[in-house]
T-cell receptor
Framework: SQQGEEDPQALSIQEGENATMNCSYK?????LQWYRQNSGRGLVHLILIRSNEREKHSGRLRVTLDTSKKSSSLLITASRAADTASYFC????????FGEGTQLTVNP | DSGVTQTPKHLITATGQRVTLRCSPR?????VYWYQQSLDQGLQFLIQYYNGEERAKGNILERFSAQQFPDLHSELNLSSLELGDSALYFC???????????FGSGTRLTVV
């Protein structure tokens, strides 16, 4: 069973726009991670946010975590065509459990 | 190159057959994880090894087995293959909690 659920399932935007993806989860977490997957390729770790953190930045990425609502969001600013990929949130108990992902398409 | 090496990249085999997928973790990582990704099931955790010992088990079928060797590479054995086993199989390694996982590029298994 999936722990995280991403919303929306698919998102299509123009280059330069911001993209926001949301993730909800069910149980208590140690930390939450976001990954990117280009079509048919391996997953790439983007960012990790600990349960006692509320916001974290990495380049054009901004992640927030609200443990009271059991939710997280990933914001990609000034998107590029190369950002086109599936984005997954993953929660950690004894192993990473992934949501079903958001398919982001950035149109040039 | 993520540092996690998976071989082979592609595998086509017939139903009923047995295959072995291989994974070499990133240098220094003691934990190895296997995941299956299919269109209808998403990313499913199969099994984790830590320094040669099984640490956690997920949705792994009895027809599947894995092991981690003293040099830390791991193998996933899939037997009595069925059409539904066709999927991408990923290996990942990690230094442990709370670090992120490093994924290999996967093995695409097609059962015909």
């Amino acid at each position: 069973s999936q722990q995280g659920e991403e919303d929306p399932q698919a998102l299509s935007i123009q280059e330069g726009e911001n993209a926001t993806m949301n993730c909800s989860y069910k149980t208590s977490i140690n930390n939450l991670q976001w990954y990117r997957q280009n079509s048919g390729r391996g997953l790439v770790h983007l960012i990790l946010i600990r349960s006692n953190e509320r916001e974290k930045h990495s380049g054009r990425l901004r992640v927030t975590l609200d443990t009271s609502k059991k939710s997280s969001s990933l914001l990609i600013t000034a998107s590029r065509a190369a950002d086109t990929a599936s984005y997954f949130c993953a929660t950690v108990d004894s192993r990473l459990t992934f949501g079903e992902g958001t398919q982001l398409t950035v149109n040039p | 190159d993520s540092g996690v090496t998976q071989t082979p990249k592609h595998l086509i085999t017939a139903t009923g057959q047995r295959v072995t997928l291989r994974c070499s973790p990133r240098s220094g990582d003691l934990s190895v994880y296997w995941y299956q990704q299919s269109l209808d099931q998403g990313l499913q955790f199969l099994i984790q090894y830590y320094n040669g010992e099984e640490r956690a088990k997920g949705n792994i079928l009895e027809r599947f087995s894995a092991q981690q060797f003293p040099d830390l590479h791991s193998e996933l054995n899939l037997s009595s293959l069925e059409l539904g086993d066709s999927a991408l199989y990923f290996c990942a390694s990690s230094q442990g909690n709370p670090y992120g996982y490093t994924f290999g590029s996967g093995t695409r298994l097609t059962v015909v």
